[in-house]
C-alpha cells in the first residue's frame, strides 16, 4: 500500500474523530537540554514520509529577531508597520510585533491547516504531549503530573520499565516514535482539550 493511501486512509479515520473546527496537533515537552527539538527533526521525515502534512510552532521565552538589522524588513517593523511580509518565489514570512505571546487559538489561526502541528515546549497548554526525558539531565519526569502527557521518550527505558503506565518510547529508534504519533493521529487522539485555547503560552 503506497504512502499517500496510508495518509489519506488515516485522514478520515482521524476525521471521523475530530472535534469541529480543531486542528490535531501534538506537544513535545521537556527540560531544556533533552531533545526536543532533536527528536522533532528526526521525526518530521520520517512523518512526511508516511504522506502526513506537518507543520510546527516553537516557543521562545527570548526576543527573537526574525530579520536582519538594516534589511529593508526591518527598517519598515522599526519606522512602525504593525506587520511586516517579505514575499520571495520560495518562501514568505510574516513579521508581527506583539505585547504578548498569542494563545493556541492565535498560533494555530495564522497557520494553514494540516494533518498535524508539532508543538515544542508551551508545556502547560492542555494538549497531547509526548515527554522527551534524560536521566542524565537529573530531573523528575513530568508525565507524573500532567494527564497530558501520553508517552514518553526516553534514552534510557529501563530506568522506566515497571515505574511507568505509559508507553516508553526508545528515543533512539525514531522510526518506533514516529509509528506511535501516526496510530495516535489515525485514532484521532491529537486534539487539544477546549481549555487549551484560553491557556497562556509558556514553556
Known sequence: MGYSVVAEE???AAASCKPARQQAVLGIVGQSGSGKTTLIERL???LCLSGMRVSTIKHSHHDIVLDAEGKDSARHRLAGAAEVMVVSPHRWGLFVETAQSPDLTAQL???APVDLVLIEGQKHLQIPKIEVWRPALGRTPRYGEDPCVIAVATDAMEDLAG????PVLNLDAV???ADFVLAQWRQGCLYPLLSSFQ???QR
Open 10 to 12: 488515516g485522514r478520515a
Open 44 to 46: 518530521l521525515p520520517a
Open 109 to 111: 489561526a495564522r497557520m
Open 163 to 166: 515505574a511507568c503506565s505509559l
Open 175 to 177: 522510526e518506533s516514535v
Open 199 to 201: 491557556s497562556s503560552s
